[in-house]
């Protein structure tokens, strides 16, 4: 590959998805409408969830009984996936129903395309009459809440320096130091000089016991947030509510009981931790994914683990509370409810720690997906889909007329069927780096047209039910054989039997994302 990239024909925006197509619900699928009001939608969504973090996806450490009695009732998904291993991009994803080439958050605090600051699967419920809640972490850069479509928003961050910072919620910080705790200044993730000093303990590297009490740790503030918005939502009208916390997202500072809840002797670390990373592409292997965590220990490594897996029993318990809340208010029946994440955490698969454009692994992209939906039974499906897919799935399931054009497909129909055909042969995902520099956005949009295969880079990746493959412009190819390698430990891109498999999946995923990389084509 060389030479510039190519911009698409004059009078076409090359840059608007080529399949995306309204969301229509009316006929197409069950709208619950008890007593003539139509469905509330409820989602809640936590930051870097990997998928196998929930008693009911098989982590026998996980202490997260309302999301398993909640996935009792529910459709988990065992086969969603992420568009990129990141929170700006994936959560963008999120609302727009649009890949990131589309949307053009092709990384953290890369502000979205203009033409898209005012829309979204929020606006389209807006306009067909539902009130719209947004609490939380919001990390769509470029835009805010209020500009696309919520109506009622708390607790959401500030943004400094053109990036919107997560856990720095000014209105929180005020409340806690109210309370007496004293907060390093500026610092973005709200931690205490007491905290700080444990992060960084060589004898406990990379986790701590939090010095604000739950009562007052931002999680629990966030849902009283929250509740006070369902408070004042309307009667006469059906709403979209979301509650985006910010658990289990690093630094692993946990408040009590949570950092000492989970049993140590329960964790279990990942299946390829003993290989560590070795075996993966250079550009993995220098990576601070790799380099900033080698001061643990094996014992370490559980602590952290278990520091993590504290930290979403916090996000589980916030759960347990709104479910609460709409059942005493009888709304709960009414509701469909969304649990799901923006992506995971390697969390010491292949040794490595968090998220990023190099990790387009099964724990960086895999996340939880629970659905229910007042007329529909509980049910398991492997089936794939995307983070792209769930605004069209919730305007079927609402019944909303959603007429934005999008890159996702509707999985209404797998919602209480564990043998509904699949929607999708594949997933994708797709990560930039801008003159290969992975920080380098304040909030500014830049055009994907602007993509140079002489200075930047990109990594994508295709996941079909039995294989996972990854293309590196700057690295070597990765391909793994899921049926004999769930663990991805074997890269088999060079291997001669496997030359068929990886020349088709890498003809996919380019030719999937020449639109807006046309230089990828050629």
């Not at 459709?75 to 959560?91: A, K, M, Q």
């Not at 900033?292 to 509370?321: I, M, N, S």
Request: contains cysteine; charged residues 25%; hydrophobic residues 40%.
């Amino acid at each position: 590959m060389g030479g510039q990239v190519r911009r698409g024909p004059a009078g076409r925006d090359p840059h608007r998805p080529r399949r995306g197509r309204p969301a229509v619900g009316a006929g197409m699928a069950r709208v619950s409408q008890a007593g003539g009001r139509r469905p509330n939608v409820l989602v809640l969504m936590s930051d870097e969830q990997s998928w196998d973090t929930l008693g009911c996806t098989g982590n026998l450490a996980a202490r997260t009984p309302h999301l398993d009695v909640l996935a009792e009732h529910a459709t988990v998904f065992d086969g969603s996936y992420v568009p990129f291993p990141l929170c700006c991009p994936s959560r963008t994803s999120l609302w727009t129903g649009l890949m990131p080439r589309h949307h053009h958050v092709l990384g953290n605090w890369r502000g979205i395309a203009p033409s898209l600051a005012d829309r979204g699967i929020a606006a389209g419920f807006s306009a067909a009459g539902y009130h719209t809640i947004y609490t939380g972490k919001w990390h769509v850069p470029g835009t805010t809440p209020a500009r696309m479509g919520w109506r009622d928003t708390s607790a959401v961050p500030a943004v400094l320096d053109g990036r919107d910072r997560g856990r720095y919620i000014e209105d929180y910080r005020r409340y806690v130091t109210d309370h007496g705790y004293e907060l390093v200044p500026d610092h973005i993730e709200n931690l205490t000089p007491a905290d700080l000093d444990s992060l960084t303990d060589p004898a406990a590297p990379h986790r701590a016991s939090a010095e604000i009490p739950e009562e007052h740790f931002l999680e629990t503030w966030q849902t009283e947030q929250f509740l006070a918005a369902l408070r004042r939502a309307p009667d006469d009208r059906p709403w979209l509510a979301a509650c985006s916390f910010n658990a289990p997202h690093f630094p692993m500072v946990v408040p009590a009981p949570y950092d000492r809840l989970i049993d140590r002797a329960a964790v279990q670390l990942p299946a390829s931790f003993g290989a560590g990373w070795d075996s993966r592409p250079a550009e993995v292997r220098n990576s601070k994914f790799a380099q900033k965590f080698t001061d643990l220990d094996e014992p370490g490594w559980v602590e952290v683990v278990a520091h993590y897996l504290g930290l979403c029993a916090l996000v589980d318990t916030q759960v347990g509370r709104i479910l609460g809340h709409l059942r005493d208010a009888g709304e709960l029946d009414n509701t469909i409810v969304v649990y799901t994440s923006d992506h995971g955490d390697m969390m010491g698969a292949h040794r490595l720690m968090e998220k990023g454009h190099l990790l387009h692994y099964e724990e960086a992209l895999r996340v939880p997906l629970l659905v229910t939906h007042p007329d529909a039974g509980a049910a398991r499906n492997a089936n794939l889909v995307s983070m792209v897919d769930v605004a069209p799935t919730l305007a079927e399931l609402a019944g909303v007329e959603w007429w934005d054009e999008h890159d996702g497909r509707s999985f209404a129909s797998m919602v209480g069927a564990a043998d509904a055909a699949p929607t999708r042969d594949y997933v994708t995902a797709e990560t930039v780096l801008y003159d290969l520099e992975p920080d380098n956005a304040h909030g500014e949009h830049r055009d994907p047209a602007t993509w140079d295969v002489r200075t930047d880079a990109i990594n994508l990746s295709v996941r079909t039910p039995r294989y996972r493959y990854v293309f590196r412009s700057c690295d070597i190819d990765e391909l793994f054989d899921h049926d004999h390698d769930p663990y991805e430990q074997v890269n088999l891109a060079a291997d001669p039997s496997y030359a068929e498999t990886r020349t088709q999946l890498h003809d996919l995923v380019t030719k999937d994302v020449t639109d807006v990389f046309p230089a990828l084509a050629v």
